[in-house]
C-alpha cells in the first residue's frame, strides 16, 4: 500500500546529528530551509493556502529577535535533502498573530488538511515535523526526577540537566493495530463499529493501542473481542503508516472471526455489524470522506476492490 506520510525520501543522518559542529554548518548555509508550525498546526499564505517554510537565513535573523518564553525557538533538525538541511521550529510559545508575523504566514492550517495538495514527500515531512516538535512540547521536563531536560542531538533527544540524574530522553513511539475483521462465513462481510459519542452512522474500522507485553497479533485479538465481542482467529499483516498525531505508528491487519455473533463493550463502542461489500459501498458513497489520509481507509479500499 502506497500511504500518506511513509517513504519520506530525508536522509536524517542519524549518525552526525549529535555532531554540534556539523549542525552549525548546516544552519549557516544559505539554502537551508525552516519549517515553522504553530500549536500541532503548519503556516500557510496566500489565497491558496500554500504551506510557508523559510530560508534558515531569514529565519536565524527573525528568530533571535522574537519573544518566546524561555529563550529562543531552536530549531530541530529533520534530515537532509540532497545537501540541503531541513529543519523544524515551534513557534506555539507566542500568540497566533505573533507567529504568523515572524513566519510571514497569512493564516494556519490543520496538517492532514492538506496532505492532498503538498504531495507525498512534503506531506511526510510535515507530519514528521509536527510529530517531533509536539515531542518536545510535552518532554520538558524529566520523568525520573522532575529537572527541566534540555535539547541535544539536533532535536533527536533530550538530556536532564539536574546534577547527579542526566537521563536521556529518545522521542517514544505509540503503536497501535487496525484491522479489516471478515466473517467466518458467506456471504464476504466485514466488521465495523460505531464508537461511543460518535453520529450516528459513523462506522469505522476496529483500532486501538498495543499494550505493554503484547505482540500486535495479541492485540487484535484482544481489541476485537474486547470492543465487539467477536473472537478472532486467523490475524494477517497488511502494512504500517507512520502516524504522527502526535506519535502514532498504525500497523494494519486483516483478520478471520470464528464466529459472526456481536456482543460490543458499550464503553468503546456504542454499536458494531457486518457490513457485505455492497453495504459498505453505499455506506461511503453516502458519507464523504473527511481527510482519506489513513491506513483504515486504504485497508477498506483494497477489501472493497477484492469483490471487483
Do not use: K
Request: contains cysteine.
Amino acid at each position: 500500500m502506497d500511504l500518506p506520510y511513509n517513504g519520506l525520501a530525508l536522509d536524517r543522518a542519524a549518525g552526525r546529528r549529535g555532531d554540534e559542529a556539523w549542525l552549525r554548518g548546516l544552519r549557516e548555509r544559505q539554502d537551508s530551509l525552516v519549517i515553522p508550525l504553530w500549536r500541532d498546526q503548519c503556516l500557510v499564505s496566500g489565497p491558496a493556502g500554500e504551506l510557508v517554510t523559510i530560508a534558515m537565513a531569514e529565519a536565524a535573523a527573525a528568530l533571535d529577535e522574537s519573544t518566546v518564553p524561555g529563550g529562543r525557538a531552536a530549531p530541530v533538525f529533520l534530515g537532509l535533502d540532497g545537501e540541503t538541511g531541513i529543519f523544524a521550529v515551534d513557534l506555539s510559545a507566542l500568540a497566533e498573530a505573533a507567529a504568523l508575523r515572524l513566519a510571514g504566514a497569512s493564516g494556519v492550517a490543520d496538517t492532514r488538511s492538506l496532505f492532498a495538495a503538498l504531495g507525498a514527500q512534503r506531506a511526510a515531512a510535515l507530519a514528521y515535523a509536527r510529530g517531533l516538535l509536539r515531542w518536545h512540547r510535552d518532554q520538558g521536563f524529566c520523568g525520573e526526577c522532575g529537572a527541566r531536560s534540555e535539547v541535544q542531538a539536533g532535536g533527536h533527544q533530550r538530556a536532564c540537566t539536574a546534577p547527579g540524574c542526566g537521563r536521556l530522553l529518545f522521542p517514544r513511539i505509540e503503536p497501535a493495530i487496525i484491522v479489516v475483521v471478515e466473517a467466518p462465513g458467506p456471504p464476504p462481510r466485514c466488521l465495523l463499529g460505531r464508537h461511543r459519542g460518535g453520529a450516528a452512522g459513523a462506522y469505522a474500522l476496529i483500532a486501538g493501542f498495543v499494550d505493554i507485553g503484547e505482540s500486535l497479533e495479541d492485540a487484535v485479538r484482544r481489541e476485537v473481542g474486547e470492543e465487539a465481542g467477536v473472537p478472532v482467529g486467523e490475524v494477517r499483516y497488511q502494512g504500517s503508516q507512520a502516524w504522527p498525531f502526535p506519535a502514532g505508528l498504525m500497523a494494519g491487519f486483516r483478520a478471520r472471526a470464528t464466529s459472526d455473533v456481536i456482543a460490543v463493550d458499550h464503553d468503546e463502542l456504542e454499536e458494531a455489524r457486518w457490513f457485505t461489500r455492497p453495504e459498505l459501498a453505499a455506506h461511503r458513497a453516502a458519507r464523504p470522506r473527511t481527510h482519506g489520509d489513513s491506513i483504515g481507509t486504504f485497508l477498506l479500499d483494497a477489501w472493497l476492490a477484492e469483490g471487483g
